[in-house]
């Protein structure tokens, strides 16, 4: 499978641009005209520098405004066209896009459209070029796949063929099956990008709102399978125009561009095993059977004061490891790792955080698998001198330069040869295990996280929903594995004063701000932890008040979660009881939850509330370290 971008799809100039492209792993470009005229190299100059790379240019885009021209106006399209293949001669370009016509002065007509490009591919034949049609969702006559393969059957020269782009298709609704009824052939170029489904005029979706296949919510995977179900073979390439990745890392948007390619071509031969499809073998996504461990980076009086307030949890020490200075404390199937040593990564992320998150282990189907299909989608690898006893177990790089590790199922081995302990910890305040993880990013970040996860695992997406913040707005994306065994939120924020805006500017990016974990009766544990002397976040009478008059709450019920300091949701499928505590840490919190019934949500109606509550506290008194 080749595989190539558009250089508009990638911020920066066109040489870092196309050092991006190459170190993610594409095979080719789609050259932007604007993006040559920027820079200070002449054609030559610059398509060898595209080949230095290791690039070939798979498409010289766009030329418009081509078809269906009065007169003079004709006259003057084919000498622009004849200027631009003067240019592609150059650069080495072998296709040129048009894209069809918005001019006021076009003239409908299909037959005349044919005429205008049969006699284009007669000027492009003669010099070894070939050109390729485009039907704008916006455009003026032409603006459905079908017109314009009716065009380009009608202009009838093998220099002339089809350029199918999935956002023109599938903005506007068109069932992306007619496209296997096109001769494979006749398609000369295919160009893949998602979007959002929302009312919004297509041109302004288009240049504005565009996103790499699997982060919106286009049926693009069914657009590719009808193309190569019609017998295509050439180039797939991403064509995505969004004000969020402009913004963003040359590198971070490239690397996601490829991932995205690849799991979507994945995901399509699987899908229809019959289709063409040269793709190297990848793994399929591997199902997530729970998070496995959170280990902490933390250091001295940080980290003694963290293990008593994991103690007030219930928790407690399960064994300490052969080989470092860390500690595992263990209740049901929770594992939190206190590590203290200063000579491993560990270390330099409490030198550069202070005490935070800086490892997850996830129990996976297969954790070689997982980390095959990591490696193909472009994942960064982790690898650390092993210790005396300790085991190799794959790892990633994940959000912030944090670790992802993948466990096989059971690994009961690890926590015993490591740290001498059960697969099990003490039942404690009736904590069964870790429901689910928040992580906190910048708003720009959150497509990208949300494809990584959705590409390597299988997991559900929820609707993004606004989190109000005294001081801002937070948006947050839940995702779900299958059968709900891992569970995320990701936390969008768009300014330093929100409450995930602040802990991520004073932890310098650490990557999980609070980690939930489930009970069996949250009644139940909130005594046994009022017992171990917990101080949950105060919550103000006012909100049962609320809850009150929102829900038909027995009288008793009521009055135990005012007590407790429990906050409830309901949901047509079950009900969901939340504890806090405190934040420490920068900002970091537990919370404990209870799911009744088939609650699915996480509980977002309540966060304007926990989030001022913690306000309160931290603006009276400061942040304790812990």
Not at 69 to 92: I, T, W
Not at 438 to 454: I, K, N, P, R, V
Not at 495 to 501: C, F
Not at 574 to 597: N, T
Request: net charge negative; proline share 6%; aromatic share 8%.
């Amino acid at each position: 499978m080749r595989t190539a971008i558009a250089t508009v799809s990638v911020p920066g100039t066109l040489r870092e641009k196309l050092e991006a492209i190459a170190q993610a792993g594409f095979d080719g470009i789609e050259i932007f005209e604007q993006d040559f005229i920027a820079d200070e190299g002449s054609p030559r100059e610059v398509g060898a520098l595209i080949r230095d790379h290791g690039l070939a240019i798979s498409l010289f885009q766009p030329f418009r405004d081509f078809e269906g021209l009065p007169g003079p106006l004709r006259a003057r399209a084919f000498d622009r066209a004849e200027r631009k293949f003067d240019l592609m001669g150059e650069l080495g370009a072998e296709l040129m896009l048009v894209c069809s016509s918005v001019h006021p002065q076009a003239l409908g007509g299909i037959d005349r459209a044919a005429e205008d490009f049969h006699e284009l591919g007669e000027r492009a034949a003669r010099r070894g070029l070939r050109v390729g049609f485009e039907a704008l969702a916006w455009g003026r006559h032409v603006n459905d796949h079908r017109d314009a393969w009716e065009i380009v059957r009608r202009a009838d020269h093998p220099a002339v063929g089809l350029i199918l782009d999935s956002f023109h298709t599938l903005a506007r609704r068109i069932d992306p099956d007619t496209i296997r009824r096109i001769p494979g052939d006749r398609i000369f170029f295919v160009q893949l990008a998602d979007a959002p489904r929302i009312e919004m005029d297509l041109l302004y979706l288009s240049r504005h709102f565009r996103n790499m296949p699997g982060e919106g919510d286009l049926p693009v995977a069914g657009f590719l399978r009808a193309v190569l179900a019609a017998g295509y073979a050439g180039p797939l390439s991403l064509e995505v125009f969004n004000d969020q990745f402009r913004g963003g890392s040359p590198r971070g948007i490239a690397r996601d561009g490829y991932r995205a390619l690849v799991a979507l071509a994945d995901d399509v031969r699987r899908a229809e095993p019959s289709l063409s499809l040269d793709l190297a073998p990848m793994p399929a996504r591997q199902p997530v059977a729970g998070t496995a461990f959170v280990e902490f980076a933390t250091r001295g009086a940080e980290a003694e004061a963290l293990g008593a307030l994991l103690g007030t949890l219930g928790f407690a020490p399960a064994g300490r490891h052969v080989a470092k200075r860390a500690t595992l404390w263990q209740q049901g199937r929770a594992r939190i790792v206190l590590n203290e040593e200063e000579r491993d990564f560990a270390g330099s992320v409490f030198n550069l955080r202070g005490t935070s998150v800086c490892d997850i282990g996830l129990e996976v189907a297969s954790a070689a698998d997982t980390m095959a299909r990591a490696t193909a989608l472009g994942a960064e690898t982790f690898a650390q001198p092993l210790g005396p006893g300790q085991q190799e177990i794959p790892a990633i790089r994940g959000l912030g330069g944090s670790v992802l590790h993948f466990l096989d199922p059971g690994h009961a081995g690890v926590w015993s040869q490591e740290f001498g302990a059960t697969p099990e910890g003490p039942e404690g305040a009736g904590i069964l295990g870790i429901d689910h993880l928040a992580q906190t990013m910048t708003y720009d970040e959150m497509l990208s996280w949300s494809l990584f996860y959705t590409t390597l695992f299988p997991m559900a997406k929820a609707p993004m929903v606004d989190v109000i913040d005294p001081d801002g707005l937070v948006r947050s994306q839940a995702l779900t594995a299958e059968g709900g065994a891992f569970r995320i939120t990701l936390n969008g924020a768009e300014t330093h004063r929100t409450l995930a805006g602040a802990f991520l500017a004073e932890s310098f990016g650490a990557p999980v701000q609070h980690v939930a974990l489930a009970a069996r009766d949250i009644f139940a544990t909130a005594e046994a932890l009022a017992a171990l002397g917990f101080e949950p976040l105060p919550i103000p009478a006012n909100y049962y008040d609320d809850v009150a008059s929102r829900f038909d709450i027995a009288p008793q019920m009521l009055e135990r979660m005012r007590a407790a300091q429990i906050l409830y949701d309901r949901e047509e499928e079950g009900e969901f009881l939340q504890l806090y505590s405190r934040p420490f840490a920068g900002g970091m919190f537990f919370e404990i939850v209870e799911r009744r019934g088939g609650y699915r949500g996480f509980g977002a109606p309540n966060a304007p509330f926990r989030i001022a509550a913690q306000k309160r506290l931290m603006r009276g008194k400061g942040i304790p370290r812990v």
